[in-house]
């Protein structure tokens, strides 16, 4: 684990640079494939970036109104950015809405932008996984194999190193994927069931995985759900490609 990195006086927590990081990588890969895709890349960019201030911007304020006991004689201290008064539910709600009322103006297609976003969920899968690593979070399960790491005072299935490789694993795929012919919301179903079915077949390496209806892990639930609905939207969703994705396979 390396819960803080200092840099001189500075102590930076290592988890929250690495999802930062990951974050501005996956906003660029995603810009790339929009480019092929005939969508301008700094569309997507812009999108992100508006999507990031507004959702830190709605996580500081529902945690305000969640402890408005404690904020309503001091309103100054709402102002305080710390990484464990945000609320994450209202963050992505206001980040999403942001991000989707931009790309609505600009008349952005969903399916060429559910394409677009294809690799950065890969990405984004990795670098969660990295950080998790960094910081302890989502540990494996017990083991006695000769790869197992000593975390929490144990010998355990290096839990985040299986997720980490399973979401390089699926960039490749998509980004291999994505200069073909392949329709745009192909590739974007061929990414959900690619980190679905790796949620799947993981999570049961994990060892503080939450649990629904009698002892279910939820994550592998989600994970089943999305490789269902993947391979059920896959008829529906084909058709050809944009003139821009057929030009970049004709010159790749």
């Known amino acids: 684990m390396l819960p803080t990195l200092r840099i001189g006086p500075l102590a930076l927590q290592t988890s929250g640079l690495i999802v930062l990081l990951g ?9 790339r494939q929009a480019g092929r895709l005939g969508i301008g ?22 945690y305000v109104v969640q402890h408005w006991s404690i904020y309503r004689t001091g309103l100054l201290g709402a102002l305080a950015l710390n990484p464990q ?13 942001a991000a989707g009322l931009y790309l609505w103006r600009k008349r952005v297609p969903v399916r060429p932008l559910l394409a677009a976003a294809a690799p950065g969920l890969a990405a984004g ?27 929490w005072s144990a010998q355990r299935h290096p839990a985040q190193l299986y997720e980490l490789a ?48 009698g002892g279910f892990r939820a994550a592998q639930a989600a994970g089943l759900v999305a490789v269902l609905g993947a391979l059920w939207l896959v008829p529906i969703w084909s058709g050809d490609p944009p003139p821009a994705l057929a030009r970049a396979r004709a010159t790749d």
């Open 125 to 151: 899968f990795s670098a969660l996984a990295l950080a998790n690593l960094a910081s302890g979070a989502g540990y494996g399960r017990e083991t006695s194999l000769p790869w197992a790491i000593d975390l």
């Open 85 to 97: 008064t945000l609320h994450p539910v209202a963050g992505f709600l206001g980040g999403a809405l």
């Open 23 to 31: 974050f501005w990588g996956a906003l660029e890969l995603s810009a």
């Open 166 to 213: 399973a979401g390089a694993i699926s960039l490749l795929i998509l980004w291999r994927a994505g200069r073909t012919a392949l329709a745009p919301g192909q590739l974007f179903l061929l990414s959900v069931a690619l980190l679905g079915g790796a949620r799947l077949l993981l999570e049961p390496f994990r060892a503080n995985s939450a649990l629904i209806m």
């Open 41 to 62: 890349a700094s569309t997507i960019s812009n999108a992100g970036w508006y999507g990031v201030l507004a959702g830190l911007a709605g996580a500081r304020l529902g």
